[in-house]
């Protein structure tokens, strides 16, 4: 079994920046397709960016590419997702979720484990 957890949220300014992370603990992710959701109040959860399990492939939502970031360190189990020039409108709960499946994957129901998530609030 997989456990999630990620961290680094907070407030930020509108044009600021964060790196959000996400430590796996219990098994090896290193082989696994990783991905960021957010769910902001009274909406869904959406995609926000895909990696593969070596890190080559990234995959990002329109409305973030260009601006965030994701990576991976398999050495450290850890993903992240570096977030600049951060708009009111990115203000969410992220949760980053994997599949023990090479490849990216864009559908939250392509991942099987989830962290429980990290707030970010941008003001304006």
């Known amino acids: 079994q997989v456990q999630l957890v990620e961290a680094g949220g907070g407030l930020v300014q509108a044009g600021g920046s964060l790196r959000l992370s996400c430590a796996a603990s219990?098994?090896?992710?290193?082989?696994?397709?990783m991905g960021w959701f957010r769910q902001a109040p009274g909406t869904e959860r959406e995609f926000v960016a895909s990696?593969?399990?070596?890190?080559?492939?990234?995959l990002y939502a329109d409305s973030v590419k260009g601006r965030f970031t994701v990576s991976r360190d398999n050495a450290k189990n850890t993903l992240y997702l570096q977030m600049n020039s951060l708009k009111p409108e990115d203000t969410a709960v992220y949760f980053c979720?994997?599949?023990?499946?090479?490849?990216?994957?864009?559908?939250?129901?392509?991942?099987?484990?989830w962290g429980q998530g990290t707030q970010v609030t941008v003001s304006s």
């Open positions: 979720a994997g599949r023990p499946y090479s490849g990216y994957y864009t559908g939250e129901r392509d991942y099987d484990y």
């Open positions: 219990g098994r090896t992710v290193s082989s696994s397709a």
């Open positions: 990696i593969s399990s070596s890190g080559h492939s990234t």
